[in-house]
């Protein structure tokens, strides 16, 4: 089958129909809410990390490579942890907040930065596809779906197009609605040898930063995509051999208005938490309590005596009195993982774990 011959952007097609348009006011709402609660929120980092885990669970899982909370949490605590399912998901972790760093910082999106991003998350330096022959297959008929384009040079051209289409707004689009388009021209190009889908999962909430739409990272659509998975990939095709952007971009707007409800439930019920715990610490051990110390407590899902002892200034011992202290009124529950003693702070974990 030949390369398809995929169009530049934008679309040449009416994007804001009624049905859109209608959709469009229901995800802005529900974005924006989430927006604005998360907002209130005084450490941005305890959201990010505890959102983040799930996602790089839920993203890789689509992948295929399927992990469970505890394998991650050890590979994330344990240098040299040897589960390659899990370190594949620590990376795209990694992938995701230098993606985020680099957006806030640069406020622009760029296709190198998209390439750092795809390298973050294989952990190698393949880069553009150079070979042609790349093909998406239906995996159980093994029927060829769709060629993408091929040429490394092609590749280039149509990434120049997108990250100008990204940075720049020539068409006055609303943004969600260029989500959608973004999403769908990246898969289509489909860049690389691999990793693709995560990467164009983690241009989504980058390009949702960008447009200050959300100033966290706290939005992913992987779930949605789980569980609405054969619809994903037909309206992806669909945009290509009927046009039907209509479709293909309710599905998205809609995506992000389901998430958005349910990322702010989970936002909520972190922040209850937080409260929860910092009361409690301030009302059975006032001596140790400080805001920085409950701030070290929910930064991961863990903590270690080194983190204390840095984090507030104090020496070893008092470090692990406290650390004693917070594990004996059940606080924290601790573990010895390699040489070093972690200690988890359970209730986070089981909540963003089993987020409800
Ligand atoms: N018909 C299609 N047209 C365009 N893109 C498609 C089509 N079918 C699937 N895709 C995209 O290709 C991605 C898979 O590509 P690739 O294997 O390179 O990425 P991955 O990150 O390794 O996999 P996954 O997305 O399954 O986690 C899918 O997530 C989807 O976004
Ligand atoms: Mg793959």
């Not at 609605?177 to 289509?188: G, N």
């Not at 609405?228 to 707007?253: C, D, M, P």
């Not at 929910?298 to 650390?323: D, H």
Request: proline content about 4%; glycine content about 4%; hydrophobic content about 40%.
């Amino acid at each position: 089958m030949n390369d398809y011959n995929l169009p530049i952007l934008p679309p040449d097609a009416e994007l804001e129909t009624k049905y859109v348009l209608k959709q469009l006011a229901k995800t802005n709402r529900a974005l924006a809410e989430l927006k604005g609660y998360a907002d209130t929120i005084p450490n941005k980092h305890i959201l990010i990390n505890a959102i983040t885990i799930n996602e790089a669970k839920d993203s890789s899982a689509i992948e295929n490579i399927i992990t469970t909370h505890d394998e991650l949490y050890k590979a994330i605590c344990q240098t040299g942890y040897k589960n390659p399912a899990a370190k594949e998901v620590v990376s795209y972790r990694t992938a995701l907040w230098h993606g985020y760093e680099q957006v806030k910082k640069r406020e622009m999106l760029t296709t190198n930065m998209i390439l750092d991003i795809q390298q973050h998350i294989e952990n190698n330096r393949a880069g553009i596809r150079k070979l042609p022959r790349t093909v998406l297959m239906n995996e159980t008929t093994c029927e060829t779906i769709y060629t993408p384009p091929s040429g490394e040079q092609k590749l280039l051209l149509l990434m120049a197009n997108l990250e100008k289409y990204v940075n720049e707004d020539f068409d006055g689009i609303d943004p969600l609605i260029k989500l959608a388009v973004i999403h769908y021209q990246f898969e289509s190009i489909h860049p690389f040898y691999d990793g693709n889908g995560r990467t164009g999962r983690i241009i989504n909430v980058l390009y949702l930063v960008l447009k200050e739409l959300l100033d966290s990272p706290i939005l992913y659509l992987s779930r949605y995509i789980i569980r609405n998975k054969s619809a994903y990939y037909t309206l992806l095709q669909e945009v290509r051999t009927e046009g039907n952007w209509e479709a293909w971009i309710v599905f998205i707007l809609k995506g992000i208005e389901v998430t958005s409800e349910e990322t702010l439930v989970l936002v909520k019920r972190i922040n209850r938490e937080v409260d929860a715990m910092t009361a409690e610490i301030k009302d059975k051990l006032p001596k140790i309590y400080s805001r920085e110390l409950i701030d070290l407590l929910f930064y991961e899902f863990y903590t270690k005596i080194q983190y204390i002892e840095e984090g507030l200034g104090v020496s070893r011992r008092t470090s692990v009195n406290y650390l004693t202290a917070l594990e004996r009124e059940g606080f924290l529950v601790s573990e010895k993982l390699g040489k070093e003693r972690i200690y988890q702070n359970k209730r986070l974990f089981d909540l963003v774990r089993y987020p409800k």
